[in-house]
């Protein structure tokens, strides 16, 4: 199936200053996808405020719920959720469309349209077409530029491109 649809929907990046334009699109094919500064987050951010393990979308017989674990919290259309002090959680479902906000990283969840939802279902459900044998790996890292280019980028990419693909230092 030729579609920037995962088995779940799809994660879209958002451009920061332009309401809605989008600057990349990551299909969702797991049941969980972490947002964090942890190695093994989905959706890395390596800025102050966000936590190792900040925040997660899970799923629940297809429906998508996010579940804030972060200090910080983030903004679900614009609304402020912080984890509940007595759990260290807050879950809230999500619905079509639904704009999240991290350390002013905005993403805009989306279920798959309703007339594939059913191929993609079958294709889950099916044996031999396994979510592992389809699923493409969901991986995004952003960092501060101030911490990657300090003062500011060289004029030649290619050393930019070397600080980038330098591990990041403490």
Do not use: W
Not at 84 to 91: A, D, E, L
């Amino acid at each position: 199936m030729d579609s920037d649809y995962g088995y779940y929907g799809v994660l879209r990046f958002l451009k920061k200053d332009d309401d809605g334009a989008v600057v990349a699109s990551y299909p969702i094919d797991d049941e969980e996808v972490m947002f964090g500064k942890d190695q093994e987050c989905s959706i890395r951010l390596y800025y102050p405020t966000v936590s190792q393990r900040h925040a997660k979308i899970v799923f629940q017989d297809r429906k998508a719920f996010i579940v804030v674990l972060g200090p910080h919290g983030l903004l679900v259309d614009g609304c402020p959720i912080y984890p509940s002090p007595s759990s260290g959680q807050t879950t809230v479902p999500l619905t079509n469309d639904t704009i999240l906000e991290i350390s002013k990283k905005r993403f805009r969840f989306q279920y798959p349209p309703k007339p594939i939802r059913a191929a993609l279902a079958a294709q889950i459900n099916t044996p031999t077409a396994s979510p592992s044998s389809r699923a493409r790996t969901l991986r995004l890292s952003m960092i501060e530029s101030l911490q990657v280019f300090a003062p500011r980028p060289d004029p030649d990419p290619r050393v930019n491109l070397k600080i980038l693909q330098t591990p990041r230092r403490a």
